[in-house]
């Protein structure tokens, strides 16, 4: 089998590729829909074959330090993407979702191989590797409704100034991209739940402990999308106001993720060393 951080590379390249073909589909060519759909098709396959591949040579989850998670994250949005766009047409949607997962892929490339100081195996870190694994699905889906409601937006402020090009032709109605962040939202929410509760089940503390730093961030991003649902089920918002929501949601992950990094710098509580990636 090829060496796992050469499959990864190679899909970081088709990745890119496809986030290329993707804007060359809006913007130039509108019949090289089958060669855009078959690139990022094969990237992923090889990126599947890289994230299992290291998986076996470190024999432990792909996510146990940082290059992995950000490797293990770009397999998942891109594959979530690739399954939503069968069924709906949000073609466009494809340029910012595979640049976003071309930058996760370069970062993992560029990030230390070795593996975390707390290792995740089975049985005995179980709850530690539903945290982990909950918790990255839950961003990328996160990550898939805020891109929805920066096309939102874009499609919105287009149509408020009457701009009708080939861009906004060629972008997800409004609706759609609503429904699509809610949906997303949804399915992050309830993984985000089982991750916070698997979080503490693992650390075997109280929640004294978790309310630290990136534990915190957590908390808010949780709150963040509760207030969402909150709003968009109970309340009937749609559209503007709730898709705001979603970016402050992100930039709560974001938060979340610096959070960590500034750990790496000097902390040594146990909570830091079982959330620490090695830089």
């Known amino acids: 089998m090829p060496d796992s951080s050469l499959l990864i590379k190679l ?15 809006v913007f130039v060519c509108e019949t090289a829909g089958r060669l855009v759909s078959l690139i990022p098709i094969v990237g992923s ?7 299992v591949g290291r998986s076996v040579e470190m024999q432990q989850v792909p996510f146990t330090n940082l290059s992995g998670a950000l490797a293990f994250m770009a ?36 990030a230390p191989q070795q593996i975390n100081l707390i290792p995740l195996t089975a049985p005995t870190n179980l709850w530690g590797m539903i945290h982990f694994g909950a918790s990255l699905l839950a961003y990328v889906a996160f990550t898939l409704a805020f ?5 939102y937006m874009l499609q919105e402020y287009m149509l408020k100034r009457k701009q009708i090009t080939r861009l906004q032709r060629h972008l997800p109605s409004l609706d759609m991209m609503d429904d699509l962040a809610y949906r997303m939202v949804t399915l992050g929410f309830l993984l985000l739940t089982v991750g916070i509760i698997a979080g503490v089940l693992w650390v075997q503390s109280t929640l004294r402990e978790l309310l630290v730093s990136k534990g915190i961030w957590l908390l808010i991003t949780w709150l963040v999308y509760a207030a969402y649902l909150h709003v968009r089920v109970v309340r ?6 709730s898709n705001r ?13 610096i959070s960590v990094l500034v750990a790496c710098f000097g902390a ?4 830091f060393n079982l959330h620490r990636f090695e830089w």
């Open 75 to 110: 397999l998942a949005l891109a594959v979530i993407y690739l399954l939503m766009e069968q069924r709906r047409r949000i073609g466009a949607l494809g340029t910012f979702v595979f640049g976003v997962a071309t930058i996760a892929l370069l970062i993992s490339i560029f």
């Open 45 to 51: 396959i090889i990126l599947c074959f890289g994230v």
């Open 11 to 25: 899909a970081a390249v088709l990745f890119g590729l496809a986030g290329v073909f993707y804007i060359w589909r």
């Open 268 to 271: 040594d509580s146990t909570y």
């Open 245 to 257: 929501l979603l970016v402050l949601g992100f930039a709560c992950i974001l938060a979340g993720f």
């Open 236 to 241: 009937g918002w749609q559209g503007k106001w």
């Open 147 to 151: 891109l929805a409601s920066i096309t």
